[in-house]
């Protein structure tokens, strides 16, 4: 049976971590550019909209003050547009 020298075998693992890591890498850039588009271009304002709300803010009311923020906005343009 026939065995690659042990160099070859450490080269071939390291060739795959260091392709893992790339990918892994790509994968961050391809997030941060979809992250900036979105919020360059107004369709999103801040990243709770682009990806929703964490433990964390359901859990010390963010989403109710953020809710009444933009209630108490909208009264207000109405009020002004009337």
Known sequence: MFLPPKDYIKDYIWGMLRL??????????????????TMWYNSTTTVVELFGHTHYQWDHGFSQHEIGQKIHSSKAENLNLS
């Open 20 to 37: 893992f890591y790339l990918i892994i890498l790509l994968l961050y850039f391809l997030l941060f550019f979809v992250v900036v588009r």
